[in-house]
């Protein structure tokens, strides 16, 4: 039997994208090829905040006692090897149950089950189909990766996404989304690393991709354009998000209204953090 190392597993309110407001449960997977160290930073710098924690992560036992940062990447302990501990490794049977006992029901009503990270298409391709085919989840009916948009499919998942429900006998009408948060110069990261328009354009053929840009500034908001660009050259057709920078509300308060009126003006869509609003970002939420 497959199984996942999961950092958190939690049932919230969709805050960004396509299913904002969307009641979901959240299955965040361990593990990232990024680290993000320049969100919220003067550009060219790097927090050290999750390094700094990472120091004393003998203070922390579970996900809900650690500290949120407001630099960086806000999920940090997803990825970060100091916090491994305290993501088990579980079968898709411990966490098909584990859902079933935080759904509100005991079946799927409209929630939606969110796949993220971390980067959740890293290792983990190869497991989501135990996952996916488990009795529990035959009432689900949406499903949404949230990727950074560097990991290709591979062709054994791919396949299963396109026929693996039919092979089955599972539901045939299942809506496969990829919200695709590919990271711009300001993340710290390295745009020829970053912006991979052919995998991304990829993910159009088996399911509804759309990109979703973390913005503060007009040079964020002109990387943005200049990435939908290489995009829309590689045939990429989904929509454009833009999304306030902003883990913590005092900074994403500060441009939110900014980021809707530069997506407005080129047509494009404002993804809120209704999250941060809601349940300050807490982690679980
Ligand atoms: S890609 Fe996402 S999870 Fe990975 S470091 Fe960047 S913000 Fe964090």
């Not at 320049?38 to 790097?46: I, S």
Request: negative net charge; glycine residues 8%.
């Amino acid at each position: 039997m497959s199984k996942i190392k999961i950092a958190e597993l939690f049932y919230s309110i969709q805050g960004e994208g396509r299913y904002m407001g969307v009641p979901s449960v959240f299955l965040r997977t361990f593990g990232c090829n990024f680290k993000c160290a320049g969100f919220g930073m003067p550009r060219g710098e790097l927090s050290t905040e999750a390094e700094d924690l990472a120091q004393v992560v003998h203070l922390y036992n579970t996900y809900e006692e650690l500290p949120l940062v407001s630099t960086g990447c806000d999920s940090y302990a997803s990825w970060h090897p100091s916090f491994k501990e305290l993501s088990p490794m579980l079968t898709s049977d411990a966490i098909a149950d584990r859902i079933m006992e935080i759904l509100p029901q005991t079946h799927w009503e409209s929630e939606h089950l969110v796949i993220t990270g971390g980067e959740p298409l890293l290792g983990w391709q190869r497991a989501y189909p135990d996952l996916l085919n488990h009795p529990s989840m035959v009432g689900l009916k949406e499903i949404t990766f949230e990727t950074n948009g560097t990991q290709k499919l591979t062709e054994e998942f791919k396949k299963y996404l396109t026929y693996g429900w039919l092979q089955t006998g599972y539901r045939t009408d299942r809506e496969i989304t990829f919200s695709v948060s590919a990271k711009l110069p300001a993340s710290g990261e390295k745009w020829e690393e970053a912006i991979c328009p052919e995998i991304v354009q990829e993910y159009e053929e088996v399911g509804t991709a759309y990109l979703k840009f973390v913005v503060a500034t007009e040079q964020d908001i002109a990387d943005a354009e200049c990435a939908v660009g290489a995009y829309r050259a590689a045939g990429f057709k989904g929509h454009i998000y833009l999304m306030p920078v902003g883990g913590v509300e005092s900074v994403y308060t500060l441009n939110a209204k900014n980021v809707a009126l530069a997506a407005m003006k080129r047509g494009w869509r404002y993804s809120d953090r209704l999250q941060v609003p809601l349940f300050k970002n807490e982690w679980g939420t």
